[in-house]
């Protein structure tokens, strides 16, 4: 097998194009990943500055629908932030350095903190579409990794520990903040398949069964490298639909997009909050 041969020379270029565009003073502090659906926020930015996937190298393309495939730096409830609106997915057959590369350009310009929203499945009927989940730990069901091949020692160390992935933290400043305005907010186990096929009901019965409490088919990658290179990371899923076999709905991606946008104010609110009450200076 030969892997992609990973240089640094495509961060760089992004780095050089990115700040080049913005005021030199401006160092996003948080990196933001908006899922299926909830690209919305990305419009609330202050002073944005665009960049389409097409004109940054190894950002692949967005070929999913609800995923814009744009990078927006600006202000987003007065903190400097880096957002990204849509993801690359491994199931539209990217490669590694294309999963891993737009998290380290976020690292490279500045971002301490990586924040991941995600449109996911609920294997837990009383957690009905519509909730939002915070994730607290997960279960990579995919076996794709993005650090497979040769490490780069500049990012981080070969074998990057993964206990603390879903910072303590911030998780706890997340529940304050849901407390705090009334949202409904659950922990879980985010458990992470390669699609995209959507699963049968065995499988999801046997998912439950292994500690899944949320199926998707994205996060993981980016919450490995994001780890890996040293951010902290904090991720919330929005329930799109109850998994396969829980309920007589028929399950559609364009459903799945009405209802991550429908709960994209709970998840604005709560996102407002949890960064006025950040410790970061912008
Ligand atoms: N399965 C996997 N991923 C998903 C689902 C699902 O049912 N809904 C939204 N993302």
Known sequence: MIYSTYTNTNINDNVNKIKSKVPESFTPKIGLVLGSGLGSLAEQIQDPEH??????????????????????????????????????HYYEGNDDDVM????????????EIV???????????EVKPGSLVLIKDHINFSFKSPLVGPNDDQFGPRFPPMDDAYDPELRQQFLAAANQLNIKLTEGVYFGVLGPAYETPAEIRAYTMLGANLVGMSTIPEVIVAR????????????????????????????????????SNDLSRLLNLFMENLNVTA
Do not use: M
């Open 228 to 263: 890996h290179a040293g951010l902290k990371v904090a991720a919330i899923s929005t329930v799109t639909n109850l998994a396969c076999g829980l309920s007589d709905e028929k399950l559609n991606h364009d459903d799945v997009i009405v209802v991550a946008a429908k709960a």
């Open 51 to 88: 960049f389409s996937f097409f004109d940054l190298f190894g950002f692949g393309h967005s070929s999913v629908k609800g995923h814009k495939g744009t990078l927006t730096l600006g202000y987003l409830f007065g903190l400097p932030v880096a957002c990204l609106q849509g993801r690359p």
């Open 115 to 125: 924040i991941l929203t995600n449109a996911a499945a609920s294997t837990n009927a």
């Open 100 to 111: 891993r590369t737009p998290i380290r350009t976020l690292k490279a310009l500045g971002c």
